[in-house]
């Protein structure tokens, strides 16, 4: 893996992209564990499948699950989410295989302050300066200048948005290639306790018809 170097971990998508797993968005509901569905206001029309959202102003809400004495009481109680920041999208590895799938509901997880964790000769440290060797939970990033600074996603932390809730507009980056495979391989640990090799990841990545048309 290359030293946590902005240059080789970020690219600047074009707007008319589809959005892919890693891709970094402003404006993200910060999703904490056991967190509920969140989702668009009931008014907002969805967008067709396959077009890609430019631009998302409205509310936004948690849905908390209904308890089972109220289930036939009417709709789910809208209560509003204040937690507003940085999130990078995830997905099931299963997806990997499967990119084109335009699924209604996504996997994010809110960026960290690296600072958050414990000082350099502890947790910090290792995350940071072995990225491939630290717990599978951690993923962690380089500053992107004008954004954020150097971060981490915790992948205990995942929650489900719509995607119309990832616009284009509010895209800032998106993953080099390379560190998108060491994302692929700690959530395949993560979610199945499977890592793939870098070799079977370039193996997929070559079935692929263009760059572009990778996950």
Known sequence: MPSPDAAAYYRTPTPDEPIKTGDIFLGGALVAPGDPLLSLSPERTLRPPGSIATAYEGPIYAHSAPSRDVLDLGPIVDEPVVGIGYVMLLSYTCDYAEPARDHALRLIAPLWDLFALPNANGLRG???????????????????????????VNLRQLGLVQREMLPASGRVASLQQPVKHLLWQKLAFFLTRVRPTLEQLHTVDEGYPSPQARP
């Open 126 to 152: 290792f995350v940071w300066n072995h990225p491939e060797r630290c717990p599978a939970i951690f993923y962690p990033l380089p500053a992107r200048d004008g954004h954020f600074g150097s971060s981490y």
